[in-house]
């Protein structure tokens, strides 16, 4: 157990809806990462927050958003879904922004599959 | 740009015998950290060893090395006395530390699948 927590750990959902994942990151950890992992694309870097503040995007697409909230937990917002958003979803935290030594601890993911 | 390079889709091992996974990078940053990961097929990330840059040992966390060579841009994972639950994907990943946006994001790999036979 890493000791990050993704809810919900499976979401199925038709195309065109909104989802909204959930992260709570390891115990005194400020920074929070999200991942995507598809078939085709591989793990792919989304976004990072570190207390409360977006600090690096990835390849995110513009129907998704996310926030770290002040007790540190993040939520990634899913909308206008397409057949192609299916996949797992990763929660990573750190204690650090970045720097030497700062390792990543995965949650569990959340399955999404859009139909 | 960071990129890392993991060549071999799928592995065989013998129980009890040692496997190295290859994994090359590139990037053109002096201050950098490489991670390997290991997911099983229930899907969870488990973190299992990192490299810094800088670090002029080789890093073992217990029955994993990785075998660093910083000229040729390797960080090679060393698995000894392989066991049936080490079969899973492998990930090597890498972060860079450009100058103050020091920021921690993973480029990973492609994987490498590893199948551990009795």
């Known amino acids: 157990d890493s000791g990050v927590t993704q809810t919900p750990k499976h979401l199925i959902t038709a195309t065109g809806q909104r989802v909204t994942l959930r992260c709570s990151p390891r115990?005194?950890?400020?920074?929070v990462y999200w991942y995507q992992q598809s078939l085709d694309q591989g793990l792919q870097f989304l976004i990072q927050?570190?207390?409360?503040?977006?600090?690096a995007k990835g390849n995110i697409l513009e129907r998704f958003s996310a926030q770290q909230f002040p007790d540190l937990h993040s939520e990634l917002n899913l909308s206008s879904l397409e057949l192609g958003d299916s996949a797992l979803y990763f929660c990573?935290?750190?204690?650090?922004?970045?720097?030497?030594?700062?390792?990543?601890?995965f949650g569990p993911g959340t399955r999404l599959t859009v139909l | 740009a960071q990129k890392i390079t993991q060549t071999q889709p799928g592995m065989f091992v013998q129980e009890k015998e040692a496997v190295t996974l290859d994994c090359t990078y590139d990037?053109?940053?002096?201050?950098?950290?490489l991670f390997w990961y290991k997911q099983p097929s229930s899907g969870e990330m488990i973190f299992l060893i990192y490299?810094?840059?800088?670090?002029?040992q080789n890093a073992t966390e217990g029955r994993y090395s990785l075998n660093f060579q910083k000229a040729r841009k390797s960080a090679n994972l060393v698995i000894s006395a392989s066991q049936l639950g080490d079969s899973a994907m492998y990930f090597c990943?890498?972060?860079?530390?450009?100058?103050?946006?020091?920021?921690?994001?993973?480029?990973f790999g492609q994987g490498t699948i590893l199948t551990v036979h009795p």
């Open positions: 990573a935290s750190s204690v650090a922004i970045g720097g030497q030594y700062n390792e990543q601890f």
């Open positions: 115990s005194g950890d400020l920074s």
């Open positions: 927050y570190y207390n409360g503040e977006e600090r």
């Open positions: 990037t053109s940053d002096q201050s950098y950290g």
């Open positions: 490299q810094g840059s800088y670090d002029e």
């Open positions: 990943a890498m972060t860079s530390y450009a100058g103050g946006t020091s920021y921690g994001k993973l480029t």
